[in-house]
């Protein structure tokens, strides 16, 4: 049986990357609702339809458990599901946690998209772990629509990140939370501009990992060669050139991996003046 992977579009990718890492030997399914990314943009209604209608899509399918690979449809949709659904239903969530029990008395920057800042769910988040309150929330609405459209690296989106970021002295942050799946794939952009004393934190690995043990506790392991479906809002995708662009996109997630903080000056002069 399946696992089965959910994100509005290319950002859960991150998490099933981690996913193939961890686990070799299991099945993999992974559900993009390109029809309707961004996620972010859409209302809570919207997103808990949109997200029903693609568990039940993999359950048609015969997976054995779901993980939701999309920060924002976690914030709005996870308990919905899991009152719904029997099979064990995994969320993300920022980093926020251990970016705090790192900080050294340092600001945290949470980047994200405009649902999750303003859903409960992360305020409630911050709200316990966060006693001195020194997380900065930061919604990133383009940098969704950039991923999607495989711009990257681009004077475009580095204009995009320093008009946003002009007025923070990152020299006082500790720590940047990618809290959208789809961040992590400008880790390469972000290092060029955040000093090297800032730790780039996502919860892509720890979904991962708390995958496995969920699998192992439920005794739903399996030892297969593994292998992954993907799915286009409910389309199988077989296209040669798809499938390409997919693997180039498991490539630049691996690259991606290995990078875990900036590597900018600490003048961060140059920011300022973008």
């Known amino acids: ?4 992977f959910f994100d509005s579009g290319i950002g859960g990718l991150t998490v099933l990357h981690q996913a193939m890492q961890i686990l070799p030997e299991e099945e993999f399914l992974f559900y993009a609702d390109s029809e309707h990314v961004p996620f972010g943009e ?8 949109y997200t029903d209608e693609a568990v039940q899509f993999m359950l048609s399918k015969g997976v054995k458990a779901v993980v939701i690979a999309c920060n924002t449809a976690t914030s709005v949709a996870i308990s919905f599901l899991r009152s719904r659904y029997k099979i064990p239903i995994l969320g993300i969530e920022p980093a926020v946690k251990p970016a705090v029990e790192e900080c050294a008395g340092k600001r945290i920057m949470v980047m994200a998209t405009p649902v999750t800042v303003r ?3 992360l ?7 966060d006693s001195e309150h020194r997380v900065d929330l930061l919604p990133m609405p383009k940098l969704v629509r950039f991923a999607e459209a495989g ?3 681009s004077p475009e989106v580095t204009a995009y990140l320093c008009s946003q970021l002009a007025k923070y002295d990152l020299r006082n942050y500790s720590s940047l939370v990618l809290g959208c799946t789809h961040f992590n794939f400008f880790k390469d952009t972000m290092q060029e501009i955040f000093p090297s004393s800032v730790d780039f934190l996502d919860g892509s690995e720890g979904t991962a990992r708390h995958l496995a043990d969920v699998l192992k506790q439920n005794d739903l392991l399996e030892h297969h060669p593994q292998t992954v479906e993907y799915y ?4 199988k995708i077989t296209a040669p050139e798809e499938l390409e662009r997919i693997r180039r996109l498991h490539q630049r997630l691996e690259r991606m991996r290995f990078i875990r903080r900036g590597a900018a000056s600490d003048d ?6 973008m």
């Open 42 to 49: 859409k209302t809570k209604e919207q997103i808990i339809r």
């Open 123 to 129: 305020k409630n988040l911050i709200a316990r772990v």
């Open 119 to 121: 859903e409960e769910k």
């Open 151 to 153: 711009n990257f690296r």
């Open 232 to 235: 286009r809002s409910g389309c």
């Open 268 to 273: 961060c002069s140059e920011l300022k003046s």
């Open 1 to 4: 049986m399946k696992i089965g």
